[in-house]
């Protein structure tokens, strides 16, 4: 009779095959053993799919408050019939579905203060944390978190059809600054307690408003008259998955060469023949401009 464990290394084996050797056998164990901590079920469930799918992070830790709404059926991989149900508790099935040995530890209360010590520390300590929150308050606390145990942090949001990155390496850098700097010396605290247009500038940085592409800025300001929530797609959903399984792999194989930094990822930078890069980020930051004016802020 087989012993339990080696059911699970042969299964292993027979899913990972085809990935030798772009990730060679001993990378591969370093990645399927990983402590991964994945706040935040929108942008974050395609980060765990892609993650589970490529062999890694057998062992996970996933919050996330909300239920599946209608609205999330346009990036989210699921159905009509999970609607009302936790998010975390979808994607925590699909990815069992994957890897029914996986060992998931999840938190649909959400991220709270109560609680996020011990997600991030255990024991056992996070080996990378994917931040994917809309609240400001804890996407500082997750990042003091990380500081304090050194945990590297990496962060991505959707941009049109593209990606902004974020890469905090607290693990190699104990001098590393919360969002790569652009947002001061501002912490959780502070943030708690900011008003209203404030708090509205805050998100609006954390979330690269500078970088946003121009339908995404004018979306924005419809939100609550023609438009009843963030605008997202599908496609950059499913881009972010993939760039932030990527980092996490490379990441947890402990590459010198993935840098903390903010990343834009246009697909329109790429495929668009008369694309500019450098009139297009001075024309954003016009833009951007703009839209805090006319937010009142």
């Keep these: 009779m087989d012993h339990p464990q080696q059911k699970e290394i042969e299964y292993l084996e027979l899913r990972t095959r085809r990935n030798r050797n772009l990730i060679t056998k001993e990378e591969q164990d370093i990645y399927y053993n990983a402590k991964i901590g994945i706040f935040g079920m929108s942008v974050g469930s395609h980060?765990?799919?892609?993650?589970?799918?490529?062999?890694?992070?057998?062992?996970?830790?996933?919050?996330?408050?909300?239920?599946?709404?209608?609205?999330?059926?346009?990036?989210?991989?699921?159905?009509?019939?999970?609607?009302?149900?936790?998010?975390v508790e979808i994607v925590t099935r699909q990815i069992y579905e994957i890897n029914p040995y996986a060992d998931i530890d999840t938190h649909p209360e959400g991220v709270t203060d109560d609680n996020i010590e011990k997600i991030m520390s255990g024991p056992p300590k996070l080996d990378l944390l994917v931040e994917e929150m809309d609240n400001p308050y804890f996407k500082f606390k997750a990042r003091e978190y990380c500081k304090r145990y050194r945990i590297p942090l990496i962060s991505a949001a959707d941009n049109g059809d593209g990606a902004i990155a974020h890469i905090e390496r607290y693990d190699t850098d104990k001098n590393q600054k919360y969002f790569n700097g652009i947002m001061g010396d501002?912490?959780?605290?502070?943030?708690k307690h900011l008003d209203r247009k404030r708090l509205i500038s805050v998100i609006a940085k954390t979330v690269g408003a500078e970088r946003s592409v121009p339908r995404m800025q004018k979306s924005v300001l419809?939100?609550?008259?023609?438009?009843?929530?963030?605008?997202?797609?599908?496609?950059?959903?499913?881009?972010?998955?993939?760039?932030?399984?990527?980092?996490?792999?490379?990441?947890?194989?402990k590459s010198k060469n993935i840098r903390s930094g903010i990343y834009d990822i246009s697909m329109d930078a790429i495929f668009e023949s008369d694309y500019n890069t450098k009139k297009e980020l001075e024309r954003r930051k016009r833009n951007t401009a703009k839209f805090l004016k006319r937010l009142g802020i």
């Design 47 to 87: 980060a765990a799919i892609v993650i589970a799918m490529t062999g890694g992070g057998k062992y996970m830790r996933l919050a996330d408050p909300d239920m599946l709404e209608g609205s999330n059926l346009n990036r989210i991989r699921t159905g009509f019939q999970n609607i009302g149900f936790p998010k």
């Design 186 to 191: 501002l912490t959780a605290e502070n943030v």
């Design 222 to 253: 419809e939100v609550g008259k023609t438009l009843e929530s963030w605008p997202q797609l599908g496609t950059a959903a499913n881009l972010c998955g993939t760039v932030l399984a990527y980092l996490a792999r490379r990441i947890i194989l």
